[in-house]
């Protein structure tokens, strides 16, 4: 979706994009396994930075027996109303939403409430599934744009669930020049952000490699269900792909 001022539609902020990234997740899965090419079904990972970052947790969120690892760097922690609606006061970026039920870009209560990854009744239902992903969150302490303090209500959050979390917050104090160039948004070279903090959960050389130990929710086939205010979220697993739902309360 776009992101600058003026294009037609907000900024999808999550929903609609991890679930184009679990359809081409599923395509490529299912393209390996009919193939009979060789790959290991258990090292599953997603990663990405800054809305890439959010897309990842996201992902993480509708799919929570598909990856063994997941690493954010600098992604947005919710959709807060200060981003929706572009308030004052906070971060600088304007997803475009409107509090006006009439508007094409009319954010709903549900809608808003789902992309929250700090919502503790739904980090309760992830907690549940077997496969017990490794979620490592890099962020700067000086992020402007996607606010460290809701990425740290989150991983308090993620704790307090249960989550396999590994938070490492980056202060000014970090900065060597060299890995870390600064405490804020883009902190340094993401790739090697990536391996410095996360690469002894991803390679297979470590011996703290993460591997899932179940079946994953292409292999399941079942649904994932998340109660929202007026509704229900129901990410539905089948052979055509997974498929994203609201489900009203009442129909």
Known sequence: SGDKDGDPEPYDH??????????????????LKASNHPFDPTRIYCTGGSGGGNVTLMA????????AAVVDLSGMASLSDD????????????????RDPKSR?????????IRDLGNLSHLALQAKNANRCKVVIIHGEDDTACLVSDKHRVVEAMKKAGLDVIPHFIRKEDVDG?????????????????????GKYLSPKSEQMCRLIKPNDFDLKSAVVYPTKNGT?????AEEGPVLTFVQNGR
């Open 14 to 31: 999550g929903y609609i994009q991890a679930m184009d990234a679990l359809r081409a997740l599923h395509y490529v899965y299912l393209g």
């Open 60 to 67: 993480n969120k509708f799919a929570p027996n598909t990856f």
């Open 83 to 98: 981003v929706a609606f572009n308030l004052q006061g906070g971060s600088f970026l304007n997803a475009r939403y409107s």
């Open 105 to 113: 870009s009319y954010l709903s209560p549900d809608m808003q409430e």
């Open 178 to 198: 060299k890995l870390i160039k600064n405490s804020g948004h883009s902190i340094g070279d993401r790739t090697a952000l990536l391996m410095h903090y996360a």
């Open 233 to 237: 979220h129901v990410i539905k697993y």
